[in-house]
Structure formats: C-alpha cells, structure tokens
C-alpha cells in the first residue's frame, strides 16, 4: 500500500545529489500537473464548441492521447523519492535495522533493472516512429488531425531515465545504511507512522493559517 514517508537530509554528497534531482523531479511534477490543467480546458473547448457552435475541438482525442505520457509518467520519479507509490509492506514493514535496508536494496535495485529495460524499449519504440528525413521528423502521426507521435514517445524514456536516477541514488543510499547500521539513512523515504503524519499535517495547515493571518 502507499504509505506516508519522510526524507532526511544532512550535507553528504548522496544528499546533494537527492537534493538537485528533486528539483529536477519538482519541475517534471509541475509540468505533469499542467498538462492536467490544460486537459481541463481542452475539454471545456470541445463541449462549448460542440453545444453553442456545434462544432467541437478538432483532434480532441489526439490531444488527449498526446498529454497521456506527460500525465502518467512525468511525476513517476518524484513520487519515487517521495515513498508514494503503491507497495506491499506486510513483510518489510515487520523489519528493521540490516535486515530493513538490505531488504529494501534488493528490491530496489529489481525495480532498477526493470526500469532500465523500459528505458531501452521505450527508446526503441521511440526510435522506430523518429525520422529526420520525414515530415515533421515523424514516420506516424494521430488519427485524427495528424500530430507527431514521437514527442509523446520521447517523453517515456526521458521520465523513466530520471527515475532510474532516482532509484540509483535510493540504491546507495540503502546500501550506506546496510553498510554503516544507520537507523535513519539520508536519500530515502522512510515511513513515519499516523501520529507523526498527523503532527506534520497539523504543522503544515497551523504554518498555513499563520501566514494568512499575516
């Protein structure tokens, strides 16, 4: 399951590494988000057209189809440092200490090589649509109005390269832990149970609060 999950932070070259690629991770997130918001009007166009005007957004489906991987992949990676995607902690959630860390390096590092094998399948797939010397630089195009596919393609192994990154530096910094018997490793998310999430989010909405009020 996903859980809530802190990462800490001192000043070793792991967590400043952490720290420039969350940045790079933050902007790929706003952008996701974005593409989000301009679905929103994409659709507000398409139906006002299609009820005042009786003629809806052209190409509207390939728009959508164009935004999927800005949607679905672009945020992958931060939600990776941030401990959020969805997993099953029933076994790992029971250990703690070595056992914890080497736990959580191994299968990171399966992810790793799964991620690294979508990498180079999603450049092929990428490739095989790109083309310098077609229209447009693309071999196949939408349905509908004709956009390039391989911008779109493009995208897939760019957000999966950065979250191959991600997860080289969660490697490491599991593996430090292992290494050093640290109980709280920086570069990682560590789980935080439902009393401290509540304290944070009280924190967080009092922080809130105080800056309106000023």
């Known amino acids: 399951m996903a859980g809530s999950a802190t990462v800490l932070e001192d000043g070793s070259r792991l967590s400043q590494l952490d720290l420039k690629l969350l940045r790079l991770e933050r902007f790929l997130a706003l952008i996701s988000g974005l593409a989000v ?9 398409s139906v006002g057209g299609r009820n005042l005007f009786n003629a809806p957004l ?3 489906v390939d728009w959508i189809e164009q935004a999927m991987p800005l949607i679905a992949f672009m945020g992958i990676s931060y939600v990776q440092r941030e401990g959020g995607h969805i997993r099953m902690d029933i076994v790992v959630g029971a250990l703690r ?12 590092l399966a992810i790793l090589t799964l991620m690294l094998l979508l990498v180079w399948g ?61 109980e709280r490793p920086v570069a990682v998310p560590l789980a935080i149970d439902a009393a401290t999430q509540a304290a944070l989010e009280a924190e967080h909405v009092s922080s809130r609060e105080d800056q309106g009020a000023a």
């Not at 200490?97 to 990171?108: C, D, H, I, P």
């Not at 779109?152 to 192994?157: E, H, I, M, Q």
């Open 58 to 60: 052209p190409g509207y």
């Open 122 to 182: 999603a450049w092929a797939h990428f490739q095989r649509s790109f083309d310098m010397s077609a229209p447009w630089w693309s071999r196949d195009s939408s349905i509908d109005i004709s956009i390039p596919l391989w911008p779109a393609k493009l995208l897939v192994p760019v957000a999966f390269g950065v979250l191959c990154l991600r997860l080289m530096l969660q490697v490491w910094g599991y593996g430090r832990a292992f290494i050093h018997g640290r």
């Open 97 to 108: 200490g070595r056992a914890l860390w080497l736990v959580e390096m191994l299968t990171t």
């Open 37 to 45: 918001l301009s679905l929103m009007f994409l659709a507000v166009a």
